[in-house]
Structures are given as C-alpha cells and as structure tokens.
C-alpha cells in the first residue's frame, strides 16, 4: 500500500511523515516523529494510556488514523513542559508521589491538562469522570486525584 505524506502540527512545530493509511497515530507518533511519550497500553481506546490533544480534543491516538493528523494540532505529553520548567501538572504529579511505574502517567498528565483548560475549577467527582478513561495498575488514584485537584488550586490562586 503506497503510503501518504502528511504535515502536521505537533507541539507548535510542523511536522511531515509518511505513514501508511492504516497505521494509527500512535504509531505514527512513536515510529516516524519519535515522540515515544504516548504509550499502547491496549490497543483499543479503553486504557487512556495513548491520550493526545488532537485539534482541542482528547482522543486515544490508538483509535485515529495517522493520516488523520493532516493539517491539525496534536499535543502529546512531550510539549506538555516548556523549555525551561515543567507544567504545574507534571511538578504536582512528582510533589505527591501520583505516579509509580509511569506506563499511564503520560496519558494522565495530557487529560489532566485537557480537562483544566477546560475547566480551572472542577469538583473531585469531574476530575474523576474525566479521568475515568485512563487506567492506572499501580497507584489507587487518589493520589493523581489529589494532584490534580491541587494544580487547579494553584492555577486559579496565579490567574
């Protein structure tokens, strides 16, 4: 099967890869961009562990078609820092020990951020309901829960 070219934006910069029609954009992410960040947890959409911002959109890169990427901005857990510092996320994640092995983490972190754009001001039960998506075998996620309730916290207080 004769492969597309496809220019995309992904984390502010554009980018082009050729990818097969079939592969999924996960794998385009990992294989032809090298942003191996996201990760295949299962394959099918249920672990969240492959989440990206795909033109505003939470979406598991697992269920999209790379050349879906075509003219849109993807986010993925690689742009979530700036140069210099990490996101207030990543730096609460770390502050309450919310990660363990760190297979989910990334996908948590890019729906957390998804959801606090969104949303500075969620209530325990959203930040649950949003996260719902995303499967974590280590932690009991009350402390990713925590975290994220304490980043919105600190977001609204700097706004």
């Known amino acids: 099967m004769n492969k597309i070219h496809v220019k995309t934006n992904i984390n ?4 082009e890869f050729l990818a097969d029609p ?6 385009c992410l990992r294989d032809h ?3 191996t ?3 295949e947890g299962c394959g099918t959409g249920d672990c969240g ?7 505003g959109d939470l979406v598991s890169s697992c269920l999209v078609l790379g050349v879906e990427a075509e003219g849109k901005s993807i986010e993925t857990i690689e742009g979530m820092a700036g140069r210099e510092e990490l996101h207030p996320l990543q730096k609460k994640f770390i502050e309450m020990a919310a990660l363990q092995c ?3 983490t990334p996908g948590i972190l890019v729906a957390a ?5 969104k949303n500075n001001n969620p209530t325990e039960t959203e930040v649950r309901y949003w996260l719902a998506g995303n499967l974590c075998r280590c932690t009991g996620y ?6 994220v309730m304490e980043t919105a916290k600190e977001i609204r207080e700097t706004a």
């Open 33 to 35: 961009v090298g942003l």
């Open 49 to 55: 562990a492959c989440s990206c911002i795909f033109d």
């Open 12 to 15: 502010g910069d554009q980018v």
């Open 37 to 39: 960040g996201s990760k």
């Open 22 to 27: 079939r592969e999924t954009l996960l794998d």
């Open 102 to 104: 760190g297979f989910c």
């Open 113 to 117: 951020k998804a959801l606090l754009e």
């Open 142 to 147: 009350d402390k990713i829960i925590k975290a």
